[in-house]
């Protein structure tokens, strides 16, 4: 098969000859109403995070042993990371073996039980399990999630669609601010507040049941009658017979180089380490350049604004998660129009210069006989850092480990860079608030303004463009920059390779 731009469904130089055939975001309700079904899974991940901050407080009334121990209440907040760790780490695997679909009921079915088990707990000890179930099901969603959601779309509008699971994450954040405030008059407070989190996992266990499995998997297991069947729902028949030509070539080449993937093999390949540094090092600047630090001091600021309310905290907390989710949606237009790039680059631009205005704004107020006023440009500093980081350092991560990878990888790798989110996260968290002790909180945040620039010269230096690409045309990227122009292929993704 000879690779042309005006060969490939969904290329730019394809879409060039048919612009009748390109789809828009709302074009096609089917691939929508998979996507939002898919990301009730983004929306477990977001919830679950939000809600702990909430319901440990109540935790701490109910159980003193809890109230006692320091340890205790941070192995309750970060069991569910490790158990998020695990998930993410074995559900690449699962996602490959079994399908995005099974992957996604299996994710549903353990979060359920974690959910129910918390809310039940009769001791802390019973209540950590539940945390690690859910963190379980949480890590299993977030690989397969963006996978399948990737898969089912078309590539001109691949990027939007996958950032629609980072709008659902940022939701369920919102979500369980308002679940907080609406259960804190309620006996049992912490309980309905983790159990009702099962609600969701049940809604979309059952909706997925009638949900197809990804085309892209179902080709590559032989089962190209079913794959068509899905195809389509999504394409109209003039497109619908280029994909179908474009996928059978895809899976008779992967079915003649098939072997089974293990987690060494993605280290022996050139491309394939070339896309796994750029996938998993964009998971890790993600969590390293601060989001859930900023996320969790926002209270904080807000008392050195002069506010000491714990209702406005909260309101703050909501206002900041209702920022994020805003910022979200404007990515979901940019990454398609700007490019993934080009968005991660503009993102840390503004994260920098935010960190700085709050590593000033806390240096200063606490050395200033008055800290009123930089208690204001902390809390300016914040908001400016939710707006850039939102947009773009939000969701291209997640996207890009959605599209970067040759289809026999694309559970794995995903699946490996996730855990690296999770472990980068677990990381932050649990050394954020001794690194402030230990050197204050404004150079903490200097600290992270600089890894923050560490983050840029990484993406110009080792991230490509994908916006528009085919996977096919991602795949053929990689091989020119892992061995050259020496394989004498057309050089259709000059622009991605030259970004």
Known sequence: MTLTLESIPGSSGYLDLFPDRRMSYFSNMYVLGLTVIAGIGGLLFGYDTGVISGALLYIKDDFEAVNQSSFLQETIVSMALVGAIVGAASGGW??????????????DVVFTAGAIIMAA??????????????????????????????????????????????????????????????????????????????????????????????????????????????????YDIARLEDEIDHLSAAAEEELRKKKTVRYLDVFKSKEIRLAFLAGAGLQAFQQFTGINTVM?????????????????ALLLSLAVAG???????????????????KLA????????????????????GSSASSSGVYG???????????????????????TLNSEVYPEQYRGICGGMS??????????????????????????????????????VV????????????????????????AWGSSLNTESLLEHGNSS
């Open 94 to 107: 699962i996602n490959d073996a079994y399908g995005r679909k099974k992957a996604t009921l299996l994710a």
């Open 121 to 234: 707990a009769p001791d802390p000890y019973v209540l950590i399990l539940g945390r690690v179930l859910v963190g379980l099901g949480v890590g299993i969603a977030s690989v397969t999630a963006p996978v399948y959601i990737a898969e089912a779309s078309p590539s001109e509008v691949r990027g939007g669609l996958v950032s629609t699971n980072v709008l659902m994450i940022t939701s369920g954040q919102f979500l369980s601010y308002l679940v907080n405030l609406a259960f804190t008059e309620l006996p049992g407070t912490w309980r309905w507040m983790l159990g009702v989190s099962a609600v969701p996992a049940i809604i979309q266990f059952v909706l997925m049941l009638f949900m197809p499995e990804s085309p892209r998997w179902l080709f590559m297991k032989s089962d190209k009658e079913k794959a068509i069947l899905v195809l389509s729902k999504i």
């Open 296 to 312: 969790y001091y926002s209270p904080t600021i807000v008392q050195m604004a002069g506010f000491q309310s714990n209702q406005l």
């Open 323 to 341: 920022t994020n989710a805003v910022g979200t949606i404007v990515g979901i237009y940019l990454i398609d129009h700007f490019g993934r790039k």
């Open 345 to 364: 680059l503009s993102s840390l631009a503004g994260v920098i210069i935010s960190l700085v205005l709050l590593s000033w704004a806390f240096i200063s």
């Open 376 to 398: 204001w440009i902390a809390v300016i500093g914040l908001a400016l850092y939710i707006a850039f980081f939102a947009p773009g350092m939000g969701p291209v991560p997640w």
């Open 418 to 455: 996730a855990t690296v989110n999770w472990i980068s996260n677990l990381i932050v968290a649990q050394t954020f608030l001794t690194v402030a002790e230990l050197v204050g909180t404004g150079a903490t945040f200097l600290i992270l303004a600089g890894i923050a620039v560490l983050a």
């Open 458 to 481: 990484f993406v110009i230096l080792f991230v490509p463009e994908t916006q528009g690409l085919t996977f096919l045309e991602v795949e053929q990227m990689w091989k020119e920059r």
